[in-house]
């Protein structure tokens, strides 16, 4: 290693558990080297394969250097265009909109989670700042979890995951920490040293639960049924936290009758496909130890079902007594980015020009339908829908209704493609930004390490130039205020009491390392609840008035037409499509397609075979790998890769999540297809 570089703390903005601390290194003025932040109290020096390979993404020549204009869009015929004339396409076009329909709604975004920066919400504090225009609500990816557990606790708040150390049991339920959360490991090894046992229950043997000292393969979406079951036995055999479900539980009576009287072990064992003696063997462990840890991934929530899933499996660990104890309680996501004022998100609109709003998991089909006026520019940022919504037909016709697409990406991404401007993003070592994890309880500030490659900007610059141009050829159009610095930015997150939480005199601190929230009491030590009982409901009124049942049941899936379940789990080497144009990441072939034996002997399909996947809303074709370890009746295809798997999703809705996101989840996890052979 040279000795004539620099150092720089940066921070892996990724929508990823671990949000990773960095330490850059940059040589006349080039990212040379990054590593692990030995600082960071989480993820203690340590990066996955994602982040190792960022002098590689960084610097990958397929990076956008210079804004670009498609005509006509879809072509592929690029001209490059400076800033000068992209800004100014667009002012006019946002100006003319206006004049057109007396007001801006005619414009949308759709930006979601490819940076998690809280200054990358430079995008909705521009448009906010523009009044009324058409925005995005709801999430994505875990709202039918949100919903279930503020129906049962009254509000979302995770354990430290550090405390998993101290778990005698930890259950897995559908996540793949192996691959997905990766210094997670160390705590639940951590556990492990001291003699707890790990249960992973999931439909597929992951690298986690090759790992696990108990495997469970349940088939999808039937979680529910099994965490009800293990609750009947423990009923049964007298094992349930009996001072726990008196002082501090609502609903006990109601839904223990329910459970004895529609739950029957049969009954679980049929729809889970789990054995008996494994069902019994789980409500032994669950009885006889304590604290015990339990994570629900995001995937099983992903489902018709996925509210109740994790409603079943938040009233098994509070029976258990498993609430309010350090190494016990329920993990699911942690809300500290809400500490935060995140002042370019909530940069209000005025009062009388509030936007209106669309369902983000409905947005092909909602924009489609608005009237009065329609919408006819759309601004992609930190999204690539065209790979990872659902409903990609609709997207296609989305698009050839609007007047004028824009994308910020850092690359040609699918999206990208299919707009008439691409603007060159910066990536996390090009911009300041402040990132706050979803899963720890640490907080890392991002540094510039380098300048802007090429001709890229961040979200923030690029608000700050096309306010200036809209306010200079229509004064007063945006009140965004553009001659604010990115420090300032960073300063206005740091209120007296997120300083006082992170114990900081000022956020500069965080120049020398990441800081721990100190808020990391136990969640519901104090066994007050948010709910309006004050109790963990185990049957929630509230639910009811929503037209959802008081206690978690188990919903029979859907009969589909087409046989074969699709599962899309996170690769390790990808977040979402992100990471498509890192060599590094790429030794394994992303188009294919995992089987059984057994389905694919039925089908006539062999090993390597390139098959065609259809269903209702469309086909695209892989190529074919046989496991013994997928189950039967199940297809497997990684999410990445030039072929999305998202053809295949249309926007089914998740049974929850309009309490806490206002709209319903996407039931992902319960898409079906049929395979063929393709004839060569
Ligand atoms: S993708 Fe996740 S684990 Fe990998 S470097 Fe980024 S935050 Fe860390």
Request: charged fraction near 25%; glycine fraction near 6%; avoid cysteine.
């Given at each position: 290693m040279p000795t004539d570089y620099k150092i720089f703390r940066n921070v892996c903005p990724r929508n990823c558990y671990d949000t990773c601390g960095i330490i850059s290194y940059v040589k006349n003025g080039e990212l040379i080297k990054v590593e692990g932040d030995p600082k960071h109290g989480y993820t203690k020096g340590r990066l996955c394969a994602k982040g190792y390979a960022y002098t590689q993404y960084v610097y990958s020549p397929d990076r956008l250097r210079y804004p670009l204009r498609q005509y006509p869009r879809g072509s592929g015929t690029w001209e490059r265009i400076s800033w000068e004339q992209a800004i100014e396409i667009i002012a006019d076009k946002i100006l003319e909109l206006n004049k057109r329909y007396g007001s801006n709604l005619a414009l949308a975004h759709n930006k979601f989670s490819g940076n998690l920066g809280l200054l990358h919400y430079a995008v909705e504090g521009m448009f906010n700042s523009m009044g009324e225009h058409t925005k995005t609500i709801g999430n994505a990816c875990l709202a039918a979890g949100f919903d279930a557990i503020s129906y049962d606790f009254g509000d979302n708040i995770n354990p430290d995951?550090?405390?998993?150390?101290?778990?005698k049991l930890i259950v897995i339920w559908g996540a793949n920490p192996a691959w997905t959360?990766?210094?997670?490991l160390s705590h639940i090894n951590a556990a492990r040293e001291k003699g707890a046992k790990v249960v992973v229950i999931d439909p597929l043997y992951t690298p986690t639960a090759a790992k696990a000292d108990i495997f469970v393969q349940i088939r999808p979406s039937t979680d529910s049924l099994l965490a009800l079951g293990i609750v009947k036995i423990l009923m049964e055999q007298d094992k349930c936290d009996n001072d726990f479900i008196r002082d501090?539980?609502?609903g006990w009576e109601p839904f223990s009758s329910y459970v004895k009287e529609k739950i029957s072990i049969s009954l679980v064992r049929e729809v889970t496909g789990i054995t008996e003696e494994v069902i019994f063997e789980l409500a032994s462990l669950y009885g006889s130890t304590k604290p015990c840890a339990n994570w629900v991934g995001f995937g099983l929530q992903r489902s018709m079902n996925g509210g109740q899933n994790t409603r079943a499996i938040n009233a098994l660990v509070g029976v258990t007594g498993n609430i309010g104890r350090k190494g016990g309680g329920l993990y699911y996501f942690n809300p500290t980015p809400n500490y935060f004022p995140q002042s370019l998100l909530n940069h209000p609109s005025p009062e009388s020009r509030q936007p209106r709003e669309v369902d983000i998991n409905r947005f092909a089909d909602d924009i489609l339908s608005l009237a009065n006026p329609p919408v006819k520019m759309l601004w992609v940022a930190s999204r690539n829908p065209l790979s990872q919504d659902q409903n990609l037909a609709r997207w296609q016709e989305l698009l050839e209704s609007l007047e004028l697409v824009v994308t910020v990406d850092l690359f040609m991404t699918r999206t990208a493609e299919m707009s008439d401007l691409v603007l060159p993003a910066t990536s996390t070592f090009e911009n300041d930004d402040v990132n706050v994890g979803y899963w720890h309880y640490w907080l890392a500030i991002n540094q510039k390490a380098i300048e802007p490659l090429y001709e890229a900007k961040s979200d923030l610059e690029i608000a700050r130039i096309l306010t200036r141009k809209l306010n200079e050829l229509s004064p007063g159009f945006s009140d965004f205020p553009y001659e604010l610095t990115d420090e300032d930015w960073i300063s206005k997150e740091f209120t007296p009491k997120v300083l006082e939480i992170y114990g900081l005199a000022n956020w500069e601190e965080l120049k020398d390392g990441p800081r721990k929230c100190s808020?990391?009491?136990?969640?519901w030590e104090d066994r007050r609840f948010k709910t309006k009982t004050g109790k963990f409901e185990l049957y929630s009124r509230d639910a009811k008035e929503n037209e959802l049942p008081a206690i978690s049941t188990y919903n029979q899936p859907r009969n589909d037409i087409y046989p074969l379940r699709l599962l899309s789990p996170q690769h390790?080497?990808?977040?979402?499509?992100?990471?498509?144009?890192v060599p590094w990441l790429n030794d394994e072939h992303f188009d294919i397609l995992k089987m059984n034996q057994k389905d694919a002997r039925q089908r006539g399909i062999e090993e390597g075979d390139t098959v065609c996947i259809y269903n209702e809303a469309g086909l695209l074709s892989k190529k074919i790998k046989l496991s013994p370890y997928i189950p039967l009746g199940v297809v497997v295809a990684s999410q990445g890769?030039?072929?999305?798997?998202?053809?295949?999703?249309?926007?089914?809705?998740?049974?929850?999540?309009?309490?806490?996101?206002g709209s319903r989840g996407l039931a992902i996890n319960d898409v079906y297809v049929e395979c063929k052979k393709q004839v060569k």
């Open positions: 995951p550090e405390d998993m150390a101290d778990s959360a990766i210094h997670q501090h539980t609502w808020g990391n009491k136990i969640p390790r080497n990808r977040l979402h499509s992100q990471y498509d144009f890769g030039l072929k999305p798997i998202n053809s295949l999703m249309f926007d089914l809705p998740a049974d929850m999540g309009m309490k806490e996101s």
